[in-house]
């Protein structure tokens, strides 16, 4: 495969300042690029001999090669942007800015768009109010509006290009064409539109400083494969679909608590909380009320990636209650038995005909699943502590996120000493599967994955000037660190398991199973 890329862009710039409390600076901006990617492949096997390698193919046992093929994709986005910067008496500021996008990967006549934005700033610590307080170095609030686009699908998306695909017509073998993905010719830009509100601050001569920033962003048409039914010959089909909001905060402090002779000690603080939901889909109701997009998994009102399923209650038990509730359930074809996983059965059916419904049908079927958790957290943050004296420096770094939902934790090949057994009631994991019963493990593997984790530990000790003259090198530091050695958190983590893994764990495939695989991030030592 052979990729090449090219990017060309021209500026022009002005700047100027008027009565010496005016500037006024321009950009104006033209850019193009362009990506191109070929390939070929040529497939052999049954190798007379491995000296070969891909130098001789023609010399294998069959006689012609497994396979062959060529490829070819390109695609280019051209932009214009004009940036005007304004500042009065260095305490009031205005960037306005507008750029016209056009992206090849997107339908005829909807590939470009224009996004316009803003930002004010107020220098407040400028003002005479302010001036007498000798101990505030930075006191600068800030707001600004502005609209980005995504353009991220493959080229020829929006073509419904045809896939090569070989039958047999009567006893001849033949080659046909089958569009490969649903063509659609009004793709168009996803666009976010955000607005935030900021705050910088800097007292006693930069001992404390740090923002805070609320912000909230609305993104419309957003790019995404649906799925379709598999009757109408396809998977899936990207399309711009509904609106989602994204709001939050955002805060950060810096401080340096000593700062005297030979030592200092500073710490950095950030939190961070964002909240998202999805505003609107495809298909709205007679009235009006957005509607959820099941077979996604898309609900109003929650993250776009949520987890659906059975709500996990514990495990039958060997008691008079349960044995009587286990009988009803099985009496509708169920083969629940002590030991065996219990879930919640929905309030699905309406016994008084008022519109409400109030009791469940001892069946575990669609009908009782329901939205368990998402894996974005609810907040999250971290902290550094440095510690110096002279040429010695101490730090360690914390990281926390909490809320947080976790696909996965049921035992499978993990051993497990905390099984329910005749003589263990209370025992946590199900007993294992055997024998004519039915175990619905899917609802034990969402669990929470709140974690507070010491991401780094670190020592160094940078040698004396004097000692190196003897050397050539202006610097010379000696260092030792810790990484991870620490992680304090929920179920996820006692079970031994990295919250953090990052293969496709959070990913749940057809009702019950991970589409991730284990490596060695993804088991706690």
């Known amino acids: 495969t052979q990729n090449f890329a090219w990017v060309a862009e021209n500026l022009l710039y002005f700047d100027k300042t008027f009565a010496n409390i005016h500037s006024v600076g321009v950009t104006l901006l033209q850019s193009s690029q362009k990506s191109r990617q070929e390939g070929i492949n040529l497939r052999a096997s049954s190798m007379m001999y491995d000296i070969s390698k891909w130098y001789d193919i023609a010399s294998n046992l069959i006689g012609k090669p497994d396979g062959y093929g060529t490829s070819y994709t390109e695609n280019s986005l051209m932009s214009y942007m004009a940036r005007l910067n304004y500042t009065i008496m260095n305490k009031y500021l205005l960037t306005a800015s507008g750029r016209w996008d056009g992206a090849s990967v997107l339908a005829p006549g909807h590939k470009w768009k224009f996004f316009p934005s803003f930002a004010l700033a107020w220098k407040m610590q400028e003002e005479p109010f302010l001036k007498s307080f000798s101990w505030l170095d930075v006191f600068k609030l800030r707001f600004g509006y502005g609209v980005t686009g995504n353009s991220s699908v493959s080229p020829y998306s929006t073509s419904g290009p045809l896939s090569k695909n070989p039958y047999v017509f009567g006893s001849t073998a033949a080659i046909g064409y089958l569009p490969q993905v649903v063509p659609n010719p009004l793709l168009t830009w996803e666009k976010t539109a955000q607005s935030n509100l900021g705050l910088d601050f800097a007292f006693l001569k930069g001992r404390v400083s740090g923002t805070i920033e609320l912000y909230q962003s609305n993104t419309s048409e957003l790019i995404l494969n649906k799925i379709l039914p598999a009757v109408s010959g396809f998977v899936s089909k ?264 990052n293969t496709n764990w959070d990913v749940v495939g057809s009702g019950t199973t991970a589409l991730g695989g284990m490596n060695n991030n993804t088991i706690l030592v």
């Open 238 to 501: 990207v399309q711009n679909i509904g609106k989602t909001k994204n709001r939050g905060i955002e805060i950060s402090l810096s401080t340096v608590i000593i700062r005297k002779n030979n030592i200092r000690w500073s710490t950095d603080i950030t939190f961070y909380a964002n909240k998202e939901e999805i505003v609107e889909l495809l298909s709205k109701d007679a009235n009006g009320k957005p509607l959820d997009i099941l077979a996604n998994r898309w609900f109003i009102g929650y993250p776009t990636q949520v987890y659906y399923n059975y709500e996990n209650t514990g495990i039958w038990q060997n008691t008079p209650e349960d044995l009587a509730e286990m009988a009803l359930f099985n009496a509708n074809g169920h083969k629940f038995y002590p030991g065996t996983i219990k879930v919640v059965d929905q309030l699905t059916v309406d016994t008084n005909a008022d519109g409400v419904k109030d009791t469940g049908d001892h069946k575990i079927t669609g009908d009782d699943m329901v939205i368990l958790g998402t894996n974005r957290p609810k907040w999250s943050g971290g902290f550094t502590n440095t510690v110096n004296y002279k040429d010695l420096e101490l730090s360690f770094f914390v990281y926390a996120r909490i809320g947080q939902m976790y696909f996965g934790g049921y035992p499978g090949n993990r051993v497990e000493k905390d099984v329910w057994s005749w003589d263990n009631p209370n025992g946590r994991w199900p007993m294992p599967n055997g024998g004519n019963v039915e175990n619905i493990s899917a609802a034990t593997n969402f669990n929470n994955s709140s974690f507070v984790s010491v991401r780094n530990i670190s020592l160094s000790y940078t040698l004396p000037a004097k000692w190196l003259k003897i050397t050539s090198l202006s610097n010379l530091q000696l260092s030792c660190q810790v990484v991870n050695p620490f992680i304090f958190g929920g179920d996820v983590v006692k079970m031994g398991i990295n919250p953090e893994d």
